[in-house]
């Protein structure tokens, strides 16, 4: 098998495609908001720790288990430790994959609309955006169109493999994604707003950090960086031999955190250019607080709206894309090789069962708002299961699992190539995957959760 698996093609590739997972509406619609909600600057400083000390470990262990290992997420563990039950961590992923694509999918939906919104120019008019933002997402079709369409764009890309699919897309829709949001940064650093937005962002009190706080940050780390759930471990079992693991997490890490402030500058002084709007929207931020932005702000150059609304919402479903491809691969590899299917044949059941969980939480919206687990709605509880539980017990376990498991000589020649490459803080990383990771993790968790 291992001969004669898929491969990314360039360095470039890989960074582009790891990028292009990490870099989505975690950074574009989860951040803004969390950071909304959780009082901005305080916030992004922990999210920045936790980027530091638990992401970017945890992205490496990731990558040389996946490149060791050449195997998808579901199957990792059997090679490296057969016979023992941590494949159990590995399922978990494959698991994750397909509850997070199913209710990602249906903001990734939404994204889809609000696309073809922009483009029809229904953001130039004042209307009550409110309204317009529940009246869509408790529709009984739309969403649920709006979100197979997505999933099918993802479908046909899956479909065309690993280094024609995966990468070309990542390698062409990364930089048009960062163009965009530049052009955007300019615009919004122009709004009246800006400075409060800026001081929002920036100037952190550290009074608002509570409990419910770490917990966001560190969940929201997980979920932004796409670890903990071995997305990256499939990834990076396409890696070259040659790729360098530390630099690739490092420079995925940078890309990651810049898109998400950035995107923050985007929306906040937006935001605050317009009296009475909150920043604290949650989840409508984008879908509710941003229109109102737009006519309101650019009511006397409405052509200028109208490209900011569109250029927005493109952007999103730029970034959504290439995070959507990486869980289906997540999944499709796993069936492909566990189950010895076709390519294609692997991508149409990865395709109808997300489908399926995205109607149910498509409609938890409208027709099954009724149904609650823990007082949760579908949607709310599967963002609530995969990103505040399964990605940062996952994250734990893959610490554990390369700090403590596996031989210390198997993670010095991933890391090292072999010895080929001197990496300095070789033992400080071991300290932050044997101690550091595991333990805030398990104290923030029982901290949170009991
Ligand atoms: N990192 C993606 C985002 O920030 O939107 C979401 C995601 C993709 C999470 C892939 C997990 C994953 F495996």
């Not at 800006?194 to 409990?211: E, N, R, V």
Request: net charge positive; aromatic share 14%; charged share 10%.
């Amino acid at each position: 098998m291992a001969n004669e698996r898929a491969s990314f093609g360039s360095k470039i590739g890989i960074i582009m495609a790891s990028a292009g997972s990490a870099v989505g509406l975690g950074n574009i619609w989860r951040f803004p908001y969390l950071a909304g909600e959780d009082g901005g600057a305080a916030f992004i400083l922990l999210y920045v720790i936790c980027v530091l000390f638990l992401g970017i470990p945890v992205m490496v262990a990731e990558f040389l288990i996946g490149r060791r290992s050449k195997a998808n997420t579901g199957q990792a563990y059997e090679v490296l430790a057969p016979g023992t039950q941590w494949k159990w961590v590995g399922l978990m992923g494959v698991l994750a994959a397909f509850l997070i694509l199913g209710y990602y999918g249906v903001v990734a939906g939404w994204t889809l609309e609000y696309t073809v919104a922009s483009v029809a120019g229904t953001f130039l008019g004042a209307r009550d955006y409110t309204a317009y933002f529940n009246d869509f997402v408790s529709d009984p079709w739309w969403p649920v169109i709006y979100m197979f369409l997505f999933i099918l764009m993802t479908h046909i890309i899956i479909v065309r493999g690993v280094k024609d699919g995966i990468e070309r897309c990542s390698k062409v829709m990364m930089p048009m994604l960062f163009l965009i949001l530049c052009v955007l940064v300019v615009c919004s650093l122009s709004l009246p707003g800006t400075a409060k937005g800026l001081t929002f962002l920036l100037k952190p009190d550290f009074s608002k950090i509570t409990g419910k706080v770490v917990l966001d940050a560190m969940g929201q780390t997980f979920f932004s960086m796409s670890v903990g759930m071995g997305c990256m471990c499939t990834y990076a079992s396409y890696f070259t031999k040659d790729a360098n693991l530390m630099k690739t997490a490092g420079s995925v890490a940078l890309i990651n955190t810049c898109v998400a402030v950035l995107a923050g500058f985007v929306i906040f002084p937006a935001v605050f250019s317009v009296p009475g709007l909150s920043v604290d929207a949650g989840p409508g931020l984008l879908f509710v607080t941003l229109p109102n932005v737009f006519h309101l702000v650019f009511s006397g150059m409405p052509w200028l709206g109208y490209i900011f609304s569109l250029m927005f919402y493109v952007l999103l479903v730029l970034a959504t894309l290439t995070s959507t491809i990486s869980l289906h691969e997540v999944a499709t590899a796993y069936l492909c090789e566990r189950f010895k299917l076709g390519r294609t044949r692997a991508a149409w059941v990865v395709t109808g069962v997300c489908a399926a969980l995205g109607v149910c939480c498509a409609l938890s919206f409208g027709l099954l708002s009724d149904i609650r687990l823990w007082g949760m709605t579908l949607f709310t509880f599967s963002d609530f299961l995969t990103a505040k539980l399964m990605l940062p017990l996952g994250g734990m376990f893959i610490a554990i699992f390369t700090g403590w498991w596996l031989d210390r000589r198997v993670v010095r020649e991933e890391v090292t190539n072999n010895g080929a490459l001197d990496i300095p803080f070789f033992k400080f990383y071991v300290f932050l995957l044997k101690y550091v990771a595991p333990v805030s993790i398990a104290a923030i968790f029982i901290h949170e959760l009991f």
